[in-house]
């Protein structure tokens, strides 16, 4: 049976515009990753969660070429489908979160052939979160690819607006 072994950790003191786990602090050891986000918060309301790919040099990968595809878990309505091709970015939440009280976004991202520079890198992605707008109890599931072939080095989470005031973000790799 695997184990986890933990490569980086950020938590978020005061106010920062991003997150970045892996980077610097990247271990090529693994083949797949584990990323937990643990009630990232904005102190701007009904914002955005944006994530983007590190390159091989620790930056925000953003060429157009994020694919990626989901389910949209909904407690208030019908689920719904999601999906871009040729993006700039993917997002982390389906709908926004905000400064009231619970509006905090979770998940699990899983990182494939980020140490193959001949393969493409993907990642699937487990999330929730209380949307700003009406408080309603949110979520997805899903996955995207990153169409480059190239190492990559970790992920960056951002907002649309605002900065993160609260959340734990922290990358394992799968042994």
Do not use: C
Request: proline share 1%; aromatic share 12%; no cysteine.
């Amino acid at each position: 049976m695997g184990k986890l072994v933990q490569v980086d950790s950020v938590t978020v003191s005061g106010t920062v515009s991003t997150i970045e786990v892996g980077g610097a602090n990247w271990d090529s050891s693994f083949d797949t990753y584990m990323v937990t986000v643990n009630a990232l918060q904005s102190n701007t309301d009904s914002v955005n969660v944006y994530f983007r790919i590190l390159d091989s040099s620790n930056n925000p990968e953003t060429s157009a070429n994020y694919d990626w595809a989901r389910k949209i878990l909904k407690a208030n309505t019908t689920f719904g489908n999601g999906f871009g091709t040729n993006q700039t970015l993917d997002y982390f939440v389906n709908n926004t979160i905000g400064t009231g009280t619970g509006e905090v976004a979770n998940g699990i991202l899983y990182l494939y052939n980020f140490n193959n520079a001949s393969e493409y890198s993907f990642y699937t992605l487990e999330e929730t979160e209380r949307e700003a707008s009406a408080g309603n109890l949110q979520g997805l599931m899903g996955g995207g690819v990153l169409t480059l072939t190239a190492q990559h080095k970790g992920v960056q989470f951002s907002l649309s607006s605002g900065s993160f005031i609260g959340g734990t973000v922290t990358i394992y790799g799968v042994a």
